[in-house]
């Protein structure tokens, strides 16, 4: 099968691999018909990722066809679409039992060495991990339903209510989809943050932010002292690659705000200022993937359009162009935001 695998750090290359086989009486055989390229492959294409590593086959966004199924299989058949979740878990600890499979120690990732990513042509997941993918979105749509249950879990996370002011300080992928999700919510005002104009014109057109705030040239606090009549927000999320977001994001929320740490895959240590947290009696909370109740309202977001996923997809390219497309992913040429590769 056709295969982009990374086999050594910044070499990502074309090839033909085995196609994998259903070794379990749960198991699907899924043909994958587009899978977007994530922040984090972009991290493990330039080593920094702390456990996507070469080599593998990258891919965790994926949507596609049910080819195969096992023995115990009832509920796809072949010739099913489907959405993968891109986690496979043990189903017996206490995280499982209790719905927060993003939580489970014993979680496999789609994409890594453990299980091989949908930058091939075939992939082999449990059949608890698919859903069905609606008549009302396309196999791109369903590659971008992970990461709307990303920002999906993320306003979970931050208990999102109707007319609270936010600020999405990194509109990406997952930012600029989580601006969708909280106006979705009601949320209002939502400020969207970004040092690049074009994510920034999409949040605002095309998924509802109310402010748009282009760093370093405009200002931020005072937009922020603005829309809220100077009392603060009550959300802020940081949901770009730079730990000195979550300092100045903190100082953007009212008393007893919250702030969600989202994108940082930085080594490097967070600084917060503790008189602040305490005295104003901030929450601080993290946020990883997504669970299934997560996956299933991000299905209904996309496929109702209460969520514009296609807004964030700039480029499709066929996986013939993935090394090129990874680069693209990588420098944010082209005005990109979500790349995509179709099979």
């Keep these: 099968m056709r295969t982009a695998l990374l086999r050594a750090v910044g070499d990502l290359v074309l090839t033909e ?19 977007g390229i994530c922040g984090s492959e ?4 330039r080593g920094t990722h702390p456990f996507r590593k070469a080599p593998a086959i990258l891919g965790h966004e994926a949507a596609g066809i049910v080819a195969q ?12 679409r489907v959405y993968v979740d891109p986690q496979r878990t043990c189903g017996r600890c206490v995280y499982c039992q209790a719905g927060q499979i993003n939580l489970c120690p014993q979680k496999a990732v789609l994409g890594t060495l453990e299980w091989p990513g949908a930058f091939g042509e075939y992939i082999v997941a449990p059949s608890e991990a698919l859903y069905h993918l609606p008549d009302a979105l396309s196999y791109l749509q369903g590659a971008l339903v992970e990461p709307l249950t990303v920002a999906v879990h993320v306003a979970r996370r931050a208990q999102v209510r109707a007319g609270e002011g936010i600020a999405v300080l990194g509109t990406g992928s997952i930012g600029s989809l989580l601006v969708g999700v ?15 104009p074009h994510p920034l014109d999409v949040a605002r057109t095309r998924l509802g932010a109310t402010h748009a705030v ?8 005072a937009t922020v002292g603005r829309a809220t009549g100077e009392s603060g ?3 802020v999320f940081c949901t770009a690659d730079e730990p000195g977001l979550a300092t100045r994001g903190s100082a953007l929320l009212r008393r007893r705000g919250r702030l969600l740490i989202v994108a940082l895959m930085t080594q490097a240590p967070i600084e917060l200022e503790a008189y602040r947290i305490l005295s104003q009696e901030l929450q601080v909370i993290g946020s990883t993937m997504s669970a299934h109740e997560d996956v299933r309202d991000a299905i209904e977001l996309a496929a109702t359009g209460a969520v514009d996923v296609s807004a964030i997809a700039t480029h ?28």
Excluded at 17 to 35: H, Y
Excluded at 327 to 335: P, V
């Design 17 to 35: 691999t085995e196609m994998p086989a259903i070794s379990g009486a749960d198991e699907v055989l899924v043909q994958v018909k587009a899978v």
């Design 182 to 196: 909280c106006r979705a919510l009601g949320a209002s005002p939502i400020v969207a943050v970004d040092i690049r």
């Design 233 to 235: 927000l009550d959300v």
């Design 214 to 221: 282009l760093l370093p040239r405009d200002d931020l606090e």
């Design 69 to 80: 199924v096992g023995a115990a299989v009832t509920a796809f058949a072949p010739g099913d």
């Design 42 to 45: 972009v991290h493990a294409y």
């Design 316 to 343: 499709v390219l066929p996986i013939e162009r993935a090394p090129q497309a990874i680069e693209l992913a990588a420098t944010k040429g082209e005005d990109a935001i979500k790349v995509v590769l179709t099979f």
